[in-house]
């Protein structure tokens, strides 16, 4: 039963760009994925958009249509790719070195069209990702210079592959750590840092800036501040842009926003909680640098203190011993192992142990959430949703709010504040899991 008219949505019509920023190991198996996804030849697992349904009314109508039925999403065969990377290596060459994807079933069989994704020259500099050298980079006097010949990327891009929207996925390495500083809190500011190549822009927010100023949706998957500083939120609200990030979360913070909630919703204390990982690939090598990696920690560190909420409940969360490591570790590859110990306490006090071995595929994990969040951005940009995009939480570490509001971390309270938002968006009734009209019957 439709309680409210819904958003007015514009129909997906015609092809959507993609443009990556970075042409790496999570870039690849995306692009790769679905490409054998569109000629039958494996599953979008792992994509909610995709594989996800949705429940509307009550239990007993038995509604539950699959989710890219139910909202009108951009089709997969409507997806064109293009990305940016300081390595000049064509999408093919570059999936393989990084090793993810298994050569003869996945990438041979696509080769011409991985060959035919040429990477655009790259907004880089080597102060920002220490451990890389790269080569297909722009050049310009001052970072605006740069900024403007990203915009005119985004524009030729439009023409070119003959796209009727566009949406941006950063999925390039991690920056090192900055703090929103005077340069980041006004549109003039940011302008007048960029003109006068002021170390407080970061290439990462080159391309957002380049994006808001093409009306196009950007997604931040790295922990780089990007567009989380006012000048761009601001950007972002004036121009009625989507922006949203940040840091894809995908294996040990996943599982860190599935079980804390669950020890806080059983009032189970906790002592500490020691999380490592080894990582061989160029992700691990990048974060191996000490001022990367500080921006990655941040991220993950964040998760607990939100979810447990230590100041309402001293006596379970005040006193946590909270540690996160990543190892390079080459012979992995991509295929990480994280290691969680977690030491919490029961009835009376009592000590237990809980131990969590993952053993994942960083990519793997990250390609589904590249895919959701292009379609989602895409959806809210027609949607006329603007600025921070709160209700897609779900795919962050650390997810952005309104300024004031703590983030919601909770794995399955982001996933219901998703569905709700499609549930809003196309006028159905908010789920909220009461249920008393089932047993209190007039
Ligand atoms: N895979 C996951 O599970 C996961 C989860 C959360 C976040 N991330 C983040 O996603 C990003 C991509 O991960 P990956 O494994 O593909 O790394 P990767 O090293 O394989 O690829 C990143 C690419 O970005 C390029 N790059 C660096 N600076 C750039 C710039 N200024 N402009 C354009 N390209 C640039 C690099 O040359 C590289 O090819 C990383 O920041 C990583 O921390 C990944």
Redesign the pocket.
Known sequence: MAVEAGRDIAPAKGKLGVML???????TTFIAGVENVRRGRGLPIGSLSQMGTIRLGKRTERRSPKIKEFVPLADLQDLVFAA????PDDAYT?AVK?GVLERHEHLEPIKDFLQGIKPLP????QY??KR?Q?TNVKRGETKRELAEQLREDIRSFRKSAGVSRVVIVW????EVFITPGPAHQSLATFEKAMEQNDPAIA??ML?AYAALMESVPFAN???NLTVDVPALQHLAEERKIPIGGK?????QTMMKTVLAPAFKARMLGLAGWYSTNILG???GE??DDPESFKT?EESKLGVLEYILQPDQYPELYGNVFHKVRINYYPPRG?NKEGWDNIDIFGWLGYPMQIKVDFLCR??I??APIVLDLALFFDLAQRARLSGIQEWLSFYF?SPQTAPGLYPEHDLFIQQTKLKNTLRWLMGEEQITHLGIEYYEKA
């Open positions: 920023v970075g042409l790496g190991a999570v870039s940016w990377d300081p390595i570059a990084a790259a907004a880089f500099d920002y990702v890389l790269g999925c390039a390495s991690t290439p990462s391309y998957g790295a922990p840091d894809f979360k995908t294996g690939n160029r992700d990048v974060l990655k991509d960083d990519s994990l990250a570490k």
